[in-house]
């Protein structure tokens, strides 16, 4: 969805140029996001300038837009606040006027970038415009930098009153949102002063600092707020600390500092590997090179401190390198990061799985009565992928459902239910939400998350980080195969105390041995499956039948296909193609059709004869060793065999090249399709 990211520091002398760079190549590692449209703002040479640029279309024509401005770009700034957004629209179409950052009036009092949706963002405009307020975009957002502004006045117009501090502000205003949020204020009547809001939606800051920090946290601030009847008194007196103790030296005076927000740690890790994510109704008030978290809540069970943690990515790791597109790297860095997902969780020697994210909370998961899986898109099809294995050695009930339809139809959730929660960025909106409910229902909450630090991770009783590394193309390809795995981890774990499944598990274990070197042997491939692609590239429908484990396969292939070249692509179990389907199949419907030597074997063969009898042609997707006659007039991609639980893996890896390959031949960049966002943090 939209990302955002701001810069501040204090005593260190930076030129507006070094600013704009910063905020401009932080947007752009953003861009896997998804967006539309681009803004930021820099101070100007006075405490009352606000340099605001805005563009729709990529990074660069804002970069393009910025270099064609006349303005001083040397001048030097002891003190700056900057701050820039990219927007995927959601309240109004991709337009400059609805680019962020958003403005309170044309002087620039109070500017606002903001991911997230504001709900009740209609009772609000509606609110603002009886007072006065003209507004300049469709976009929910507009709101919130006008209301600032409303409450900034009213409190300067109350007689006797005193000004009020920017967090108390900030905090006024977000206690009249609904829904979303994570919002970077800045405001030409709090010079050098940024504050930062978050509710529902990712927000960490990074620190840099030339010597190492005093501490690694940052205490919260418990302030005596006044109720909100009383809101715009200023006669309370607010506890406050003097200092936050992280960001003093040895002499308790401030060091020379530079912070750097964002909603994803690739904007920060080009500056500093130091960072500190904020929790839900966390307000940061950054100001004189110091650093305050308040909250928005006076009475809740979180922690009084912040941690700085360290983040392990190397910005090696978010630069495409040699490759076309991240999508086509990712694709390629399979081989190691199914390694890592399963580095010092397995000894393939004597079979034993250890999770350590499972171990407080194990023996209450085997006491379960039921597992629940709840995820979206590729997240989803790692659970249907797995669920027969789960079934199979946990001898459980095992439900797997979409989150974005969890709370539409109100599951029931038992105290004794196990709830798993697969998200890629661990900031999914409609999965938080489902975790929520499960949570409220007493249900043990287990998360599968590839971002350490994400309100997933946080916010579940136990969990597993798939370990694969950053992905930041939209259309998830190496963040899939490491779901699946760990998926398969936690089913071998739960039921290493049953004897009856000894041999299926060592079976298992060793598939996933040579699993790496399998997938090397299907990327070998990649010049005869360019060669497919590219002869299909004017199809415009296409069908992907499997049965089985595989009926995931397709469903992920289809998803994958749709998602970067705009072919509608449909999986389908092929045991239902006589109850529909089959209507669709003639000489000119573009087929896929997987066919592992397995349990279904037989069953694909009669799927693959009912559709040969109806003239179609299907692309075969099956073992190298496959000699099976009947299926020698079809056009085939031969890939290694392994066990059924885990040959999706190795199918996957070539309906991604496929799917890669296609969108290329087609002209389109694999990496940002239309309409589509990395993180859909909105519901």
């Known amino acids: 969805m939209c990302g955002i990211v701001a810069y501040i520091n204090y005593l260190v002398e930076r030129d507006r140029e070094f600013v704009l760079n910063a905020l401009l190549n932080g947007l752009k590692m953003l861009e896997y996001r998804g967006y539309d449209s681009a803004g930021l703002c820099v101070d100007g040479d006075s405490a009352s300038e606000v340099l605001v640029f805005k563009e729709v279309g990529n990074i660069k024509a804002l970069r393009d837009k910025i270099e064609g401005q006349t303005f001083d770009r040397k001048h030097l700034f002891p003190s700056h606040c900057g701050m820039g957004h990219t927007r995927w629209a959601t309240h ?10 958003h403005r309170s009036d044309p002087n620039n009092e109070f500017l606002v970038v903001h991911n997230g949706i504001i709900t009740n963002s209609k009772e609000l405009r509606q609110l603002l415009e009886k007072f006065g307020y003209a ?37 006024l205003v977000c206690k009249q949102l609904e829904g979303a949020f994570a919002l970077i204020f800045k405001s030409t009547h709090y010079p050098n ?38 809101a715009l008194s200023a006669d309370k007196p607010a506890v406050r600390r003097a200092r936050s103790r992280s960001f003093m030296g040895a002499d308790d005076s401030v060091e ?14 080009e500056h500093t590997k130091k960072v500190m994510y904020l929790e839900d109704d966390d307000v940061a008030h950054i100001a004189d090179g110091d650093l305050h978290i308040h909250r928005l809540r006076r009475d809740d069970t979180l922690s009084s ?23 086509q790297k990712e694709i390629f860095e399979q081989p190691e990061s199914v390694i890592n997902t399963m580095r010092g969780r397995i000894n393939f020697e004597d079979g034993r799985v250890l999770l350590g994210g499972l171990k407080s909370q194990l023996a209450n998961i085997r006491r379960s009565r039921r597992i629940i899986f709840s995820a979206c898109g590729t997240s989803f099809h790692s659970c249907v992928a797995t669920k ?30 196990v709830c798993i929660f697969v998200s890629q960025s661990g900031e999914t909106k409609d999965t938080l939400l489902a975790l929520q409910y499960c949570k409220e229902r007493g249900a043990l909450c287990v998360g599968v998350t590839n971002t350490v630090g994400s309100t997933i991770s946080r916010d579940t009783h136990c969990g597993v980080h798939i370990n694969a590394g950053p992905e930041l193309s939209v259309a998830s390809t190496k963040a899939y195969t490491s779901q699946f795995i760990a998926l398969t981890l936690m089913a071998l774990q739960l039921s290493d105390d049953n004897y009856a499944k000894v041999g299926r598990r060592r079976e298992i274990i060793q598939g996933l041995q040579s699993l790496s070197s399998n997938i090397k042997k299907v990327l070998s491939l990649d010049n005869e499956i360019k060669d497919l692609a590219i002869k299909h590239k004017d199809i415009t429908n296409l069908i992907l039948l499997g049965r089985g484990y595989h009926g995931a396969t397709c469903l992920e292939g289809a998803l994958k296909i749709k998602e970067v070249s705009y072919i509608h692509a449909e999986g389908i179990l092929a045991g239902e193609l006589k109850h529909g389907p089959l209507a669709l199949i003639d000489k000119d419907m573009p087929i896929i059709l997987v066919m592992n030597k397995d349990k279904h074997y037989v069953d694909v063969e009669n799927a693959y004869a009912q ?24 056009l085939k991609i031969r890939v290694p065999g392994t066990v059924d639980a885990i040959q999706g893996i190795v199918n996957i890896i070539a309906l991604q090249l496929f799917s890669y390959h296609i969108a290329v031949a087609r002209g389109f960049n694999p990496d ?12």
């Open 92 to 101: 109004g179409i991709p337009a400059e006027r609805n680019s962020h950052p």
């Open 135 to 171: 507004f300049e975009s469709d976009t929910d957002t507009e709101c919130v930098a006008k209301l600032a502004k409303y409450l900034y006045d009213q409190q300067l117009k109350a007689p006797g009153k005193k000004p009020l501090s920017f967090t108390s502000l900030v905090k």
């Open 193 to 230: 002063e940024m504050v930062a809001a978050r509710r529902g939606s990712p927000l960490l800051i990074g620190v840099r600092t030339a010597k190492k920090l005093k501490v690694d946290f940052v205490d919260v601030d418990h302030e005596d707020f006044p109720d909100d009847g009383q």
């Open 256 to 269: 020379p500092i530079e912070y750097i927000l964002a909603s994803d740690a690739s904007a920060i890790i």
């Open 305 to 327: 401190m912040r941690t700085v943690q360290t983040l392990e990515q190397e910005l090696a790791q978010i630069k495409m390198g040699t490759y076309s597109h991240f999508m």
């Open 388 to 417: 027969s294995l789960f079934a199979e050695l946990t001898e459980l009930p095992i439900n797997v459902e979409l989150s974005s339809a969890f709370l539409d139809e109100q599951l029931p959730v038992f105290r004794d239910d």
């Open 611 to 634: 559709v040969t009898a109806r003239f179609g042609n299907p692309i075969l997707i099956c073992n190298e060793d496959d000699t099976n006659e009947k299926i020698s007039p079809s």
């Open 672 to 683: 940002t399709p239309r309409n589509l966002a990395k993180s859909v943090t909105t519901a």
